[in-house]
């Protein structure tokens, strides 16, 4: 597990689901750490992640299920996927594809992250499409600029903690 510091392995996700100690995958990871730093309380709430990859869309929702929340695991083929976003408490948008989840379907106050992202002529667009969001969620990933950052941040600190450890120096 020491050398798996990007956390996609089988068996580190297997470690991560029976909240033993691994490194998590990189994105996921990095938004734990975007809401923890920013002190949203997850325990309680209700969390719809729309995508359902090994790397991002899995482990977001066991790692949102380790913190308590309720999760529902969306995708590009759910029915009426409306009715589950305007449930949630927490969407993450994690589906790879531009702007599926639309602005009206956000529930007021709730915490909106995009790890999609999606060239463009000015620029990008996410999973979620943004217009209005400062008006309807209480906090939200910009694209870019939000999520991939976090992602890149997390995994130099599991690159350094793993060195650390491999060095004998438990700084970390």
């Known amino acids: 597990m ?29 938004i734990m750490h975007l809401l923890a730093h920013h002190n949203i309380e997850l325990a309680g709430l209700e969390a719809v992640v729309v995508g359902r990859s090994a790397i991002l869309g899995k482990p977001m929702a066991m790692m949102l299920l380790n913190a308590n929340c309720t999760v529902t695991i969306c995708h590009s083929r759910t029915q009426d996927l409306e009715s589950h976003i305007k449930r949630a408490d927490i969407v993450v948008g994690a589906v790879g594809v531009p702007e599926l989840i639309k602005a009206a379907w956000i529930k007021k106050g709730a915490v909106v992250v995009d790890a999609g992202f999606h060239p463009t002529d000015n620029g990008g667009v996410g999973d979620i499409e943004m217009q209005g969001m400062e ?28 060195a650390e450890k491999s060095a004998g120096l438990g700084i970390s």
């Open 135 to 162: 008006n309807i969620a209480s906090a939200y990933t910009p694209v870019p600029g939000g999520v991939g950052p976090m992602t890149i941040n997390t995994l130099i600190r599991q690159t350094v903690d793993a």
């Open 2 to 30: 020491a050398k798996d510091v990007d956390g996609v392995t089988c068996l580190g996700f297997g470690r991560m689901a029976m909240q033993q100690s691994a490194y998590g995958s990189c994105t996921p990871q990095g």
